[in-house]
């Protein structure tokens, strides 16, 4: 059964793609509020989970339960998607190719303001500001398009578009790998702080040790689609039990270090071996 206290319940979850098995029987809950981060080398299932979550891809075993809900199969009405949506939300990696070129952050979060909650103009405008200056953006990168703006700020206005639909459950699928270290530190930071500040719960994919260890209390160690490790996310990292978190953690450059061989090779029956994009992770 579901942890009734969790806001998000995985249990026993599965995928496969023909005789390839992408995830295999994975369970982990988030608490309200709380933030757990599943980690893995490329090919191991980190994004495939995520999309399971958020309805981009269906599980063949196990179940998704979020807010209560159960989200294991597909939506049933727009009205079940739209509760869907203002349950969980996702932020990519790449935040050029998942904003619309054509609208600037305002207009973009005023979008889901209106889909999301039907408010009248006046309302949607001020919670348009309350969510730009939330995410640091002026006035003048808010009117701007995405082509006008740095990699950390079209992330922002990602977050902000995230953030008013008024989720409980914010996906974080690799947001900061795209972007420099001193702008991956100000996003960071930002995260921490919107967690600090509006409860939202937090589901980090991420092969970054060190992003893991800012943003996540919790972690879960993926390979090959199961699970070999689990624990509060600095037992994990400073005292790993599993031989491949071990491995993991020592594949970190440090300063003078220098990669003498392929730590973790691609897993050869991985079906983005048959550029099938839908099962990368």
Not at 44 to 55: C, H, P, W
Not at 80 to 98: C, L
Request: charged fraction near 25%; charge should be positive.
């Amino acid at each position: 059964m579901p942890d009734s206290n969790a806001v998000l319940a995985v249990a026993g979850l599965g995928k496969k793609f023909g005789d390839f098995t992408a995830v295999d029987n994975v369970s982990f809950t988030i608490a309200p509020r709380g933030s757990l981060a599943i980690v893995g080398e490329s090919g191991s299932g980190k994004t495939t989970i995520a999309r399971m979550i958020v309805g981009l891809e269906r599980p063949t075993g196990g179940t998704i339960t979020a807010c209560g809900a159960d989200r294991s199969r597909p939506a049933r009405s727009r009205k079940d998607r739209r509760r869907r949506g203002r349950e969980v939300q996702i932020v990519f990696q790449d935040p050029y190719t998942s904003l619309d070129p054509r609208q600037s952050a305002t207009e973009t979060i005023d979008e889901v303001l209106r889909l999301h909650h039907g408010w009248p103009a006046g309302r949607r405008r001020d919670r348009v500001t309350e969510l730009t200056e939330l995410v640091g953006l002026d006035e003048r990168q808010s009117r701007a398009l995405p082509r006008a703006l740095s990699g950390g700020q079209r992330q922002r206005v990602a977050i902000a578009r995230a953030l008013a639909a008024e989720p409980r459950i914010l996906i974080l699928d690799e947001s900061v790998a795209a972007l420099d270290v001193s702008i991956q530190a100000q996003v960071l930071n930002l995260l921490a702080d919107i967690r600090e500040e509006t409860g939202v719960s937090y589901l980090l994919i991420s092969h970054d040790l060190a992003v893991v260890r800012q943003l996540a209390d919790q972690t879960v160690v993926l390979r090959r689609g199961q699970v070999v490790e689990r624990g509060p996310t600095g037992q994990v990292l400073d005292d790993p039990r599993h031989e491949y978190t071990k491995r993991l953690r020592a594949s970190v450059p440090r300063p003078g270090w220098k990669p003498t061989r392929q730590f973790f090779p691609s897993r050869p029956d991985h079906p983005s071996h048959q550029n099938q994009e839908t099962t990368s992770s």
